[in-house]
T-cell receptor, first 113, second 112 residues
């Protein structure tokens, strides 16, 4: 069975460019999470969706970060006017329900030059 | 606040040695506790979990016991292999809060 799929695996962008990161969750998983993982650190929560509803975006570091999941399946994390401090691995996870653990994708490694 | 503290790495062991990676937590309420593993170049994988006090999670020879009295969830394995080399993350989740709260990770290096 397919796991959580993220694309691209690697993204290099120049400072000031906009980027879009995609997450395909496991089919049927209601919950979807985005995390940011800096080098040598644990993941930090960014935002959470239940179906298409974004229930928590308290972890988004600035208004340059925007996430959507319009049909309750695929999600996109968009970062506008990227800065060097945005360089990190962005992880997506999905979960069937609150009694199940989160399943993670391989992440997108974003490098801002 | 809620937090997870792990022993700093890297932890370097010889093959077949006994492994302990310490994890302690601070939480309001009654968290579920998890160990995730991240192999080089791969994503996070759930290794084991425990949802209430005195539960023992186990998988692939690893085990951890949820100790409420010491607020700990130490990861152990009796005989490590080179293939266990990875970064191990301890995490918690509260019933009232779906977020996973993570430790900083512990890099494990197993030498043949």
């Amino acid at each position: 069975g397919a796991g959580v799929s993220q694309s691209p695996r690697y993204k290099v962008a120049k400072r000031g460019q906009d980027v879009a990161l995609r997450c395909d969750p496991i089919s049927g998983h209601v919950s979807l999470f985005w995390y940011q993982q800096a080098l040598g650190q644990g993941p930090e929560f960014l935002t959470y969706f239940q179906n298409e509803a974004q229930l928590d975006k308290s972890g988004l570091p600035s208004d340059r970060f925007f996430a959507e999941r319009p049909e309750g399946s695929v999600s996109t994390l968009k970062i506008q006017r990227t800065q060097q401090e945005d360089s990190a691995v962005y992880l997506c996870a999905s979960r069937q329900n609150s009694n199940q653990p989160q399943h993670f994708g391989d992440g997108t490694r974003l490098s801002i030059l | 606040g809620n937090s997870v503290t792990q022993m700093e790495g890297p932890v370097t062991l010889s093959e077949e040695a006994f492994l302990t990676i310490n994890c302690t937590y601070t939480a309001t309420g009654y968290p579920s506790l998890f160990w995730y593993v991240q192999y080089p170049g791969e994503g996070l994988q759930l290794l084991l979990k425990a949802t209430k006090a005195d539960d023992k999670g186990s998988n692939k020879g690893f085990e951890a016991t949820y100790r409420k009295e010491t607020t700990s969830f130490h990861l152990e394995k009796g005989s490590v292999q080179v293939s266990d080399s990875a970064v191990y993350f301890c995490a918690l989740s509260l019933d009232s809060n779906y977020q996973l709260i993570w430790g900083a990770g512990t890099k494990l290096i197993i030498k043949p």
